[in-house]
Nanobody, 124 residues
Framework: QVQLVESGGGLVQAGGSLRLSCTAS????????MGWFRQALGKEREFVAG??????NSYYVTSVKGRFTISRDRNTVYLQMNTLKPEDTALYYC???????????????????WGQGTQVTVSS
């Protein structure tokens, strides 16, 4: 069973940038769709971005389009976050899809393995 570890969160002023990273401390996510989710205090978890198993395609929730970029290489999945807003404040989770080579990278229910999360706080 793969274990996902997120890093790169922190405190940043509005308008700033952060880059989150996700690696596998055990197992691998090679050839699986990967995604980033977030959960703000008192709110439901939200699917933020997903990337296909080969990195060729991406999905973004409307509120982050044009500001966030998901990417991946063999060992790491990234979420580059620019022009951050206070409403981006949340615990951000990396997630792995259930099925390798699956093209449904945009379907949140496909993601079944989660990391522990990294906190992102954006001050106004």
């Amino acid at each position: 069973q793969v274990q996902l570890v997120e890093s790169g969160g922190g405190l940043v002023q509005a308008g700033g940038s952060l880059r989150l990273s996700c690696t596998a401390s055990a197992g691998t996510f090679l050839n699986y769709p990967m995604g980033w989710f977030r959960q703000a205090l008192g709110k439901e978890r939200e699917f933020v971005a997903g990337t296909s198993w080969n990195g060729a395609n991406s999905y973004y929730v409307t509120s982050v389009k044009g500001r966030f970029t998901i990417s991946r290489d063999r060992n790491t999945v990234y979420l580059q976050m620019n022009t951050l807003k206070p409403e981006d404040t949340a615990l951000y989770y990396c997630a792995k899809a259930r099925v390798a080579y699956d093209n449904r990278y945009y379907v949140p229910e496909q993601y079944t393995t989660w990391g522990q999360g990294t906190q992102v706080t954006v001050s106004s």
